[in-house]
């Protein structure tokens, strides 16, 4: 009698196997896919609250006020031409354009609507607002 050596999967063990990894698959893959999202909120939040504000911040402390709504946001990227011209303008203060995560524009406003200095927000993918007054 001859004896047979084990030296493969049976299909059994194999189907065992591909079940198991597509039962891990179908529990994470949920959990994961809204995550980008968040992230670009989070990435927008903090260009709003952080990265911005700081831009402007030291553009009012260089200028004696943060750029008119005219001016917007490229007045952090190259030296305003209209009225009020800043005369200790030393930027740039960004390195890019100010664009949210999706691409579009930043929203500026000096003065504010909903602060006395300036609102900054982005409408998000999906039109959910992100602002600097929430």
């Not at 990435?43 to 700081?54: Q, R």
């Not at 200028?63 to 305003?80: I, Y």
Request: hydrophobic fraction near 35%; charged fraction near 20%; charge should be negative.
């Amino acid at each position: 009698m001859r004896k047979f050596s084990r030296d493969a999967f049976t299909l059994v063990e194999i189907m065992l196997v591909v079940i198991i990894i597509g039962a891990l698959a179908a529990m994470i893959i949920p959990r994961l896919s809204g995550r980008g999202e968040e992230a670009k909120v989070k990435v927008a939040k903090t260009d709003i609250d952080a990265n911005i504000a700081t831009a402007l911040k030291l553009y009012e402390l260089d200028n004696g006020s943060f750029p008119t709504t005219e001016q917007g946001l490229q007045a952090l990227r190259v030296k305003p031409t209209t009225n009020p011209i800043p005369e200790n303008w030393n930027g740039p203060y960004i390195e890019k354009d100010p664009l949210d995560p999706w691409g579009h524009p930043y929203i500026y406003a000096s003065p504010g609507v909903h602060r006395p200095d300036y609102d900054l927000s982005s409408k998000g993918n999906n039109g959910t607002e992100i602002s600097n007054w929430q």
